[in-house]
């Protein structure tokens, strides 16, 4: 998991901290991230005993960098600011309310959504709610290489992966776009359609390197990792 980018980050602080009985306990940090769709949330909670007293909210886009308010968006349509806006709204009424259960923001409905289920994830961690080693869902999972990203959408249930949905770009950064039909070396999309295969058929990121794409396996490999860290109960 990559750290938190400062400009990203929103907290709030419950009044009261040190009060009462939930003040006895230690902080205990839970980290919840939502199902990928044209990027995730990533949510973090703070627990004063079965209290929540701080919530950091990081958005990413679906090439897993994190969200800037103050580069993000079009300021004609949905802006860093306003962003900013819905992230600090969310994150008081889930102070105030100490649950998953909020209004969306006006105008951030797909934001709100994401923010709510990476919430509803982070509480079942912090109430020990989870049977398995592994939350239900779908995962991102990103591995950076020398040439771009390696990215993988990893769908779980029951601690089994039940589907696998692979991506590669040239580039990144900026720069990175995603590799589709078109691209020109021959053995990319056998080796994409086989990894995947793998990867279910094994139930585990271990699996191995498809002849003649050594270099995409391995990254897809680290990123498929990286998807099962994201989605692990402990």
């Known amino acids: 998991m990559k ?4 400009l990203a980050v929103v907290s709030v602080m419950a009044l009261g901290l040190f009060a009462g009985c939930s003040g006895d306990a230690e902080p205990q940090t839970f980290v919840g991230l939502s199902d990928e769709g044209r990027g995730y949330a990533e949510v973090e909670l703070t627990m004063q005993g079965d209290e929540i007293v701080e919530v950091n909210i990081v958005e990413y886009t679906n090439m897993g960098e ?16 306003e962003l900013k806006e819905a992230h600090e709204s969310l994150a008081e009424q889930i102070v105030e309310t100490n649950s998953a259960d909020v209004d969306a923001h006006t105008g951030a409905t797909s934001t709100s959504n994401k923010v709510v289920q990476a919430v509803e994830r982070a509480l079942a961690k912090a109430n020990d709610d989870v049977e398995g080693d592994y939350l239900d869902g779908t995962f991102f999972g990103r591995h950076e290489g020398e040439r771009g990203y390696y990215i993988a959408h990893v769908t779980i249930e029951n601690d089994a992966i039940t589907a696998v949905n692979l991506e590669e770009t040239q580039g990144v950064g900026s720069e990175a776009e995603l590799k589709d039909e078109e691209y020109g070396y021959e053995d990319w999309l056998p ?17 191995d390197a498809y002849t003649g794409a050594t270099g995409s396996s391995e990254g897809w490999m680290e990123a498929v990792q990286d998807a099962l860290n994201n989605a692990a109960v402990n």
Do not use: C, T
């Not at 994190?66 to 600011?81: I, M, T, V």
């Not at 080796?191 to 699996?207: L, T």
């Open 191 to 207: 080796a994409r359609e086989e990894m995947q295969e793998r990867f279910v058929n094994e139930n585990s990121a271990d699996v």
């Open 66 to 81: 994190a969200k800037d308010y103050a580069s993000y968006g079009n300021p004609d349509r949905f802006s860093g600011e």
């Open 3 to 6: 750290k938190f980018l400062i």
